[in-house]
Every structure is written in structure tokens, then in C-alpha cells.
């Protein structure tokens, strides 16, 4: 997830050396189904171009209707099957998730060490089904997409028992 956020990044900071982020448009919008409200992502690196880029690109939707093409698309996704996709998604992640029992956590500990490549919708049955094995963990989220947070100590059992839960590879 979230490959284009790390893109963005190193091609709008190369030439500030990394510092700040200094071309571009920001992020592009936050566009679901049924939004009424136009959401334009920057980030706290963003540079004072990047940020007037987002405006521009936020007037360029408007006056483009974002709205009517957003429904135009979503309903030529779901004639394709998108429901049906998600559905699916839905049922064979149902094993993962924490929702019908409630876990509690194990007790706090320093989190430093970062795991990478869960994705987000199931960041935080990831957290829990660690919780489970009676690993401390929270949810965060990186430069470069979400993140798994646990002790240092724990990065190895913690990778492992993610993996042996479907959650990453």
C-alpha cells in the first residue's frame, strides 16, 4: 500500500536533498463513494509550492466536477464486479479478524521497531492478532505506508506470527 506516497516524496524533496518537499501537487485527492467533501493530502514535509500546487489541483476538480466523475466511476466499478470483489475480501479475511471476540492488551512496552507491509485496512486485526500471542503492539503509520509497532526484543516473533496469520509475506 501506499507505494505512490514514497514516489512522491523522494521526486518532490530530490532536490531540497530530502529536507522538505518542493514540487508537486501534494498527494491528489480523497475521493470514496458517496463523499460530498473534497479532501486534498499533503504532508507536513510539503513545501510552500507543493501546497499551492494542491490548491490549483483542488480548483481544477471543482471546476471538473469531481463529484459526477467519482459516480460515473464507481458505478462502472461495481457493473465490473467490484462489490463482488470486495466481498469476497471480506470473507476470506473473516478467520483474521478481532471483531468477534475482544482482545486485550498485553501490557505496555516500548515500541521502537517497525514492521512494514501490512496493509492498511487490516492494520489493526494485525495489532490485535499479536495481542493474541501475548505480543505488546500498536498501529502507526510510516513515511512510506502503515506500520506495525513492537519492542525491539520482539521484531522476530512478531514478523513471524504476522506471517503465520496471513497479514504479511
Known amino acids: 500500500s501506499l507505494s505512490g506516497n514514497i514516489m512522491t516524496k523522494m521526486l518532490s524533496s530530490f532536490n531540497t536533498g530530502g529536507s522538505y518537499e518542493a514540487i508537486g501537487d501534494g498527494y ?30 483542488a480548483a481544477e476538480l471543482v471546476r471538473g466536477d469531481i463529484w ?14 467490484l462489490d463482488e470483489i470486495l466481498k469476497a475480501r471480506k470473507e476470506a479475511s473473516a478467520g483474521k479478524s478481532s471483531e468477534a471476540e475482544e482482545v486485550k492488551a498485553p501490557p505496555k512496552e516500548v515500541v521502537t521497531s517497525q514492521i512494514a507491509g501490512i496493509e492498511i485496512m487490516d492494520l489493526e486485526d494485525g495489532v490485535q492478532s499479536l495481542w493474541k500471542v501475548g505480543i505488546y503492539a500498536e ?12 519492542n525491539e526484543s520482539k521484531t522476530e516473533a512478531a514478523v513471524e506470527a504476522l506471517r503465520k496469520a496471513g497479514y504479511i509475506q
Not at 68 to 81: D, N, P, T, W
Open 68 to 81: 459526477a466523475v467519482a459516480e460515473k466511476e464507481f458505478a462502472a466499478a461495481k457493473k465490473a464486479g
Open 28 to 57: 491528489g485527492p480523497g475521493i470514496g463513494e458517496g463523499y460530498d467533501k473534497l479532501v486534498m493530502i499533503i504532508s507536513r514535509a510539503s513545501g510552500a509550492p507543493v501546497i499551492e500546487g494542491a490548491i490549483k489541483y
Open 139 to 150: 498501529s502507526g503509520m510510516g513515511c512510506t505506508g502503515p506500520i506495525v509497532l513492537v
